[in-house]
């Protein structure tokens, strides 16, 4: 069992829909949790992160963490074509030596459509 | 303020071959990390470095070796290709602390790389 798991898709809704995109975990000593997207034939970029549990919001991306459950949500609300990416969900102890160390998410691909 | 810059951005050598792909970073990070990304596989860490003058071994790191001479570059050396090694290859950088506490990684852009 890998320690992140993440079902790669593809994903495709309309334009305005809403979408939830979702790791789970095993590791329960993980207390980051990071999203990146990764536009086609680009490098993946920071979306959000957040730290334990909680839910975090930035314009039309929430970020949630169940920490009971190991499971990690990004929800995109008012979705755009603009957003078809590839995103990557990714998890860390913390920021000392080995603890530094992503684990990644094999990444789910989205495709809004007009 | 270029961020992190991969050169070349595509190559096709034969199998035997040497290359090495160049990875510079303007941001003054201490860590900087290679990646390679395979449809299936997601991304897979070959080699890091902490600082200038170490480097260290990830989860992928035979057939490949890397250096890190100065803070702001890092190379990655293939010193004879194998089609195996044929990927999307990400450079990546990060501080070594901030006061997020996440370990925030920019990447650059990728260098494809085919091996025939």
């Known amino acids: 069992q890998k320690e992140v798991e993440q079902d790669p898709g593809p994903l495709s809704v309309p334009e305005g829909a809403i979408v939830s995109l979702n790791c789970t975990y095993s590791?329960?000593?993980?207390?980051?949790f990071m999203w990146y997207r990764q536009y086609s034939r680009k490098g993946p970029e920071l979306l959000m992160y957040t730290y334990s549990s909680g839910n975090k919001e930035d314009g039309r991306f929430t970020a949630q963490v169940d920490k009971s459950s190991k499971y990690i949500s990004l929800f995109i609300r008012d979705s755009q074509p603009s957003d078809s990416a590839t995103y990557l969900c990714a998890m860390s102890v913390g920021m000392a030596g080995n603890n530094r160390k992503l684990i990644w998410g094999l990444g789910t691909s989205l495709a809004v459509n007009p | 303020n270029a961020g992190v810059t991969q050169t070349p951005k595509f190559r096709v050598l034969k199998t035997g071959q040497s290359m090495t792909l160049l990875c510079a970073q303007d941001m003054n990070h201490e860590y900087m990390y290679w990646y390679r990304q395979d449809p299936g596989m997601g991304l897979r860490l070959i080699h890091y470095s902490v600082g200038e003058g170490t480097t260290a071994k990830g989860e992928v790191p035979d057939g490949y070796n890397v250096s890190r001479l100065k803070k702001q570059n890092f190379l990655l050396g293939l010193e004879s290709a194998a089609p195996s090694q044929t990927s999307v290859y990400f450079c990546?950088?990060?501080?070594?602390?901030?006061?997020?506490?996440?370990?925030?990684?920019?990447f650059g852009a990728g260098s494809r790389l085919t091996v025939l």
């Open positions: 590791n329960s000593a993980f207390q980051y």
């Open positions: 990546a950088s990060s501080y070594r602390g901030g006061d997020s506490g996440a370990n925030v990684l920019t």
